[in-house]
Each structure stands twice: as C-alpha cells, then as structure tokens.
C-alpha cells in the first residue's frame, strides 16, 4: 500500500531564511506533485516531477525527486511571508492494471512565515 | 480558459439525507477526479472518471457513488449522510493520461448536522 509522508508537519521560519520540506512515500511510482493550500482555499499545482532527477524551480521555490530513494523535496530559499501556506506534495498510484489519476496525498506541512 | 467550477460551493444537510455534488472539468479535459479533505483523514481519493467510466475507487462506503456524463462533466453522489462526512469535497479535472497536471476546483463545503 503506497504511503506518503511529509515533514515536518508545522514549519515556523523567520522571513529570509531557507528551509526545506521532506516527502517521504513507501512504493514506486513514476510521478509526484506539490500543491499549495491556502486557508479555506483549493489546492494550487507547483510543479509536477516525472522522472528520477527532475528539478524545478518557481521563485523562491525548488522541487526535487529522488525515485531511487522515494523521496521529493521542497526548498524554500529566502522565505517571505506570502510563502505562508499549506504545502502538500502527492504521489501517483501505480494501478497496474490499467491507467490511473489516483493521487495518494501526504499530510501536509503548515508553513508560517513570520516578519 | 476557464478553470474547474464545482456547485454548491456550501452545503449544510442534517444526518440521513442525501447530497449531489457537481464539477465541470476545464474544457477538453476528460478525467475527473473526487476527493475528500477532512482534518483528521487529511485528502482522500474517492474515485476517478474518464470518458464516463469510472478508472479507480478508494476505500469509501457503498453510500459514496459518482458518474460522468458525455460533456465530462462529474457529479458525487451521498446518500443516507453522517456527521462524519462532514468535509471539503474536491474535484480535479486533467487530460486523461496520468502524467498530466491535475487541476483542482474551489471545492463544496459539506456540513451535516
């Protein structure tokens, strides 16, 4: 069973400073995705990451999937307090069976970005 | 281009009814998909349509249907409510093939009293 972990979970940083949020998930799959959530909101697509290697960057954000070793990381570089948010990061099922748009979430990771 | 519109955005039932939620992929966008976001459970898959068919299902209760109509269209269906499902519902329309990005839509707060 495809399991997504995400830390940590409440992330407190000062404005400039960087930090970078974990994603851990327990089985293969050949894609993964970090969305934004702000309060009350729907969820927002950051980037989407297909292949072992693959780096992205918008802004002061840096997405990074390692497949070998199952795990996606979001670094925040400088950090403003408009980064303040919830950040999720979703692994793909691998239904091998047929073709599937099923998304396990992790737990998400409360970033408050303080002045 | 339009983004994905969900109806109603509120929603308060009290316990035993049933509620239809609605979700309008982006145009040319063929797969939709539900989820339920809850503070305790976090976001979970419900199921996924493409072309009308359902592709996959999460581990919900028989009470928890959907279908998609031939525009791509989405509706979820809940009969006989509990508290517990009380919830954000979600909907997130893509092309179809899995590597595609995924869209959500502003969501339907459901609350059963």
């Known amino acids: 069973e495809l399991k997504v972990e995400q830390n940590p979970l409440f992330l407190s940083m000062q404005e400039g400073k960087n930090y970078t949020i974990y994603c851990n998930y327990s089985t293969t799959s050949d894609r993964l995705y970090w969305y934004r959530q702000d309060p009350g909101k729907s969820l927002e697509s950051l980037f989407v990451l297909l292949s072992n290697g693959a780096v992205k960057q918008e802004g002061r954000l840096m997405a990074s999937l390692d497949t070998k070793a199952r795990l996606s990381t979001l670094h925040i570089t400088a950090a403003v307090h408009d980064l303040s948010a919830t950040y999720f990061c979703a692994v793909g099922f691998m239904n091998y069976g047929g073709a599937t748009n099923k998304l396990i979430f992790g737990t998400g990771t409360l970033l408050a970005v303080q002045p | ?113």
């Open chain 2, 1 to 113: 281009k339009a983004g994905v519109t969900q109806t109603p955005r509120y929603l308060i039932k009290t316990r035993g009814q049933q509620v239809t939620l609605s979700c309008s992929p982006i145009s040319g966008h063929r797969s939709v998909s539900w989820y339920q976001q809850t503070p305790g459970q976090g976001l979970q898959f419900l199921f996924e349509y493409f072309s009308e068919t359902q592709r996959n299902k999460g581990n919900f209760p028989g009470r928890f249907s959907g279908r998609q109509f031939s525009n791509s269209r989405s509706e979820m269906n809940v009969s006989t409510l509990e508290l517990g499902d009380s919830a954000l519902y979600l909907c997130a329309s893509s092309l179809g093939d899995r590597y595609n990005e995924q869209f959500f839509g502003p969501g339907t707060r459901l609350t059963v009293l």
